[in-house]
């Protein structure tokens, strides 16, 4: 069974998109996706799990979605090259040298 979603973000991040899903669904096959989107530069994905809250494998899913909305902050949302998040007229987006258009840098603290 394919989890299925309403594509909110850029073209760049399906692949990790992709295989977060694909990851998440070889743990839990009735994983139900609610939203997957890009909010404050970087990957969101929000879903259910059938195993209980705090479950091991509820936790292992966690651990994924939380790895690919680190990773999708370094993969431009354009078009999956190297990225980094800047800053430009107060949205946020992460984005290659190439697609940037004059943002700001965003550092880490």
């Not at 990851?23 to 530069?41: L, R």
Request: glycine share 8%; charged share 30%.
């Amino acid at each position: 069974m394919a989890l299925e979603y309403v594509q909110e973000f850029g073209d760049g991040w399906v692949h990790l998109v992709e295989d977060t899903l694909r990851k998440i669904e070889s743990i839990d096959s009735h994983y139900a996706v609610f939203q997957v989107k890009e909010k404050f530069g970087s990957l969101r994905l929000y879903g259910t799990s059938s195993y209980e809250y705090g479950s091991p494998q509820s936790m292992l899913i966690d651990e994924i979605i939380d790895e690919a909305e680190k990773h999708s902050a370094t993969v431009c949302e354009v078009c999956g090259l190297p990225g980094r998040t800047v800053s430009r007229n107060h949205w946020l987006r992460t984005v290659c040298e190439k697609h940037d258009n004059g943002g700001t840098v965003v550092e880490d603290d």
